[in-house]
């Protein structure tokens, strides 16, 4: 599985971006799907995750109420909405699958990663 992710950029505080992840090969669906960032001089941490169906999700607290993930299995492609963004929301953000379906938080459960998109929230 290749991961490619998308729609990073510049925003000012309290704006909006929404990032895009595409997969190849035609089993996106029997995986679920996840998104970490990593800011400078720390370590990639969890965001959000959405299982094979995408009816069930899951949020890091600091994220929860602003951002939110979904998926479109019949175009392979998992999205991250992010509103009311914070300076501290400023990252690298990283999409990625685990296979079996389900929703994993920790980064060492997840199979395949893509390659990143820089998200920029100035204050």
């Known amino acids: 599985v290749q991961l490619q992710a998308s729609g990073g950029g510049l925003v000012q505080a309290g704006g909006s971006l929404r990032l895009s992840c595409a997969a190849s090969?035609?089993?996106?669906?029997?995986?679920?799907m996840g998104w970490f960032r990593q800011a400078p001089g720390k370590e990639r941490e969890f965001v959000a995750a959405?299982?094979?169906?995408?009816?069930?999700?899951s949020y890091a607290d600091s994220v929860r109420g602003r951002f939110t993930i979904s998926r479109d299995n019949a175009e392979n492609t998992v999205y991250l909405q992010m509103n009311s963004l914070k300076p501290e929301d400023t990252a690298v953000y990283y999409c990625?699958?685990?296979?079996?379906?389900?929703?994993?938080?920790?980064?060492?459960?997840?199979?395949?990663w893509g390659q990143g998109t820089q998200v920029t929230v100035s204050s």
């Open positions: 090969g035609r089993t996106f669906s029997s995986y679920a």
């Open positions: 990625a699958c685990v296979a079996g379906g389900f929703i994993a938080t920790l980064a060492m459960n997840y199979d395949y």
């Open positions: 959405i299982n094979w169906s995408g009816f069930s999700t």
